[in-house]
C-alpha cells in the first residue's frame, strides 16, 4: 500500500504556534498575581512589617556596636605610637586586682591609676631604652617569655601551647600584654643596672640633723632650745618623732640629693652647716602636720656607701623615665567616667584569687603482681596492735608536693 506524506508546517503556522505559547505563559503569570484587594493589602502589610523589623534591627545593631563594642576598642593611652585599648586597660586593672586583692579591696580607687601608670612605664621603656643603649633581642625575650609561662626551652609545640593557655587562663590577659610586660621588665632590669654602673665615684652629699615634731608651735620651741645651747641628740631623744632617734639622736648621716627628705631637701644642699633652719613644713598626719628642724653638719664631695647604691639607682631610674616622658608624644583618652567604668567591671569580673596552681598529671602506677605461693596463704601478721599508725612502705611511686609551684611563678612581673 502506497505511504502517504504528511503535508509540512508552514512558517506561519510556526509563528503562530510561537505566539500561543507566549500568549499562555503571559496568561498565566496574570493569574498568579491577579490577587484580589484583600490579598493585595495582605502582602502589602507584611512587606512593611518585615521592612520595619529589618530597620529597627539594624539601629539596635548599630547603637549596641556604638555604645558598648566601639568603646571597648578606642584607644585610652598612646605613647610614641604604642596603643592601649580600653579593653587592655580592664584587663591589666583585673589582673592587678589579683595580684594584691587585700591591698585593692581596701583602697580599689588605686586601681586605675596605678594601672595607667604602670602600662605607661611599659611603653616608655619599649619606646626608648635604647636612648640609652639598652636593647633587648628577640631570642631573649622569648626565653623569659617561657621562664615567666613555665616551660622550657626545649618544649615541644604542644607543651608550649598548653602552657600559654594556661597562663593566659590565670592572668586574664593576651598573650601580646603578657609579652608586653615580659619585654618592659627585661629592659627595666637592664636600664637599672646600667644607671647603677655609671654612679660616680663622689657625690655631693649633705650630713644633717633632723628633729621632727608634730605643730609649728612645737618646732618653733625646739628651736629655741637648742638656740639656748641645749644638746641636739638630747633634745631630739626626748620630743622628735623620728622611728630612729633613740638611736641616732636626730642625725642623718651623709645622703646624696636624690635621697634627701623632700621636705627638707633644698635646705640641706644650700645652708651654711651650723645654721638651725625655722620651721619646715612636713606631711599631714591624723595627729596634725609635721614640722622639721635641720642643722647642717657637713656638705662634701663622699663616696655612696654600698648599701645606698640600689635606692640612688632607683631614684636615676625615676628621674629618667619622668624626663622621657616630658619628651614622648603621650595622648590619654582615660577619663575619670571610664576609670570608673572599667573599675566596675573589675569588680564584677574578678579572677580567681588565689590562683589554683597547676598540678601535672601523674599516671597510675603499675602494681606489681602478687608473689606466687604455690597456693599457701600469706603468713599473717599476729604482733599486737600497738596503736600507732605506721608509715606506709616505700612502694616506688612518686610523691606529689603538697603544694605544687605554680608555672611563671618566679616572674610575675
Known amino acids: 500500500m502506497a505511504s502517504e506524506s504528511k503535508p509540512g508546517r508552514t512558517a506561519s503556522d510556526a509563528g503562530r504556534a510561537s505566539s500561543n505559547r507566549g500568549q499562555r505563559r503571559r496568561s498565566a503569570r496574570r493569574d498568579i498575581f491577579a490577587l484580589d484587594q484583600e490579598q ?63 591591698l585593692f579591696s581596701q583602697n580599689a580607687q588605686l586601681i586605675p591609676d596605678l594601672t595607667y601608670a604602670q602600662l605607661l612605664e611599659e611603653l616608655t621603656l619599649v619606646s626608648r631604652a635604647a636612648e640609652l643603649g639598652v636593647t633587648i633581642e628577640p631570642a631573649e625575650i622569648e626565653q623569659k617569655f617561657r621562664q615567666r609561662i613555665g616551660t622550657a626551652q626545649d618544649a615541644d609545640a604542644r607543651t608550649y601551647a598548653d602552657a600559654i593557655r594556661r597562663e593566659l587562663d590565670k592572668t586574664g590577659l593576651q598573650e601580646d600584654e603578657i609579652r608586653l610586660t615580659v619585654q618592659a621588665t627585661a629592659l627595666r632590669q637592664k636600664v637599672r643596672e646600667k644607671l647603677e654602673a655609671e654612679i660616680p665615684a663622689q657625690l655631693l652629699q649633705s650630713r644633717v640633723e633632723v628633729i621632727s615634731v608634730i605643730g609649728e608651735e612645737a618646732a618653733n620651741a625646739v628651736i629655741g632650745r637648742i638656740n639656748a645651747g641645749e644638746d641636739w641628740a638630747t633634745v631630739a631623744k626626748e620630743v622628735s618623732t623620728q622611728s630612729d632617734v633613740q638611736t641616732t639622736g636626730g642625725l642623718v648621716d651623709y645622703t646624696p640629693e636624690a635621697l634627701q627628705n623632700t621636705y627638707y631637701r633644698s635646705y640641706a644642699l644650700t645652708a651654711p652647716p651650723g645654721e638651725v633652719s625655722g620651721p619646715l613644713v612636713g606631711g599631714t598626719t591624723p595627729d596634725g602636720t609635721t614640722y622639721f628642724v635641720v642643722r647642717v653638719v657637713d656638705r662634701s664631695e ?55 596552681p597547676f598540678v601535672p598529671e601523674i599516671p597510675p602506677v603499675q602494681q606489681a603482681p602478687a608473689p606466687d605461693t604455690g597456693g599457701e596463704q600469706p603468713p599473717v601478721d599476729t604482733a599486737p596492735d600497738s596503736g600507732v599508725e605506721q608509715p606506709p612502705s616505700d612502694s616506688g611511686a612518686p610523691v606529689v608536693p603538697d603544694q605544687p609551684v605554680a608555672p611563671g611563678a618566679g616572674d610575675g612581673q
Open 302 to 356: 663622699q663616696p655612696l656607701a654600698e648599701t645606698n647604691k640600689g635606692q640612688y639607682a632607683s631614684s636615676l631610674y625615676n628621674d629618667w623615665i619622668t624626663e622621657v616622658q616630658t619628651r614622648m608624644n603621650v595622648r590619654q583618652d582615660f577619663d575619670d567616667q571610664s576609670k570608673n567604668d572599667a573599675l566596675l567591671w573589675v569588680l564584677n569580673h574578678a579572677l580567681p584569687s588565689p590562683q589554683e
Open 40 to 102: 493585595s493589602s495582605r502582602l502589602l502589610l507584611i512587606a512593611a512589617v518585615v521592612g520595619v523589623i529589618v530597620l529597627a534591627l539594624g539601629f539596635i545593631g548599630y547603637g549596641y556596636y556604638d555604645s558598648v563594642i566601639k568603646p571597648r576598642h578606642r584607644t585610652v593611652l598612646e605613647a610614641d605610637g604604642l596603643k592601649i585599648s580600653y579593653d587592655d586597660m580592664r584587663r591589666q586593672m583585673r589582673y592587678q586586682f589579683s595580684q594584691n586583692p587585700a
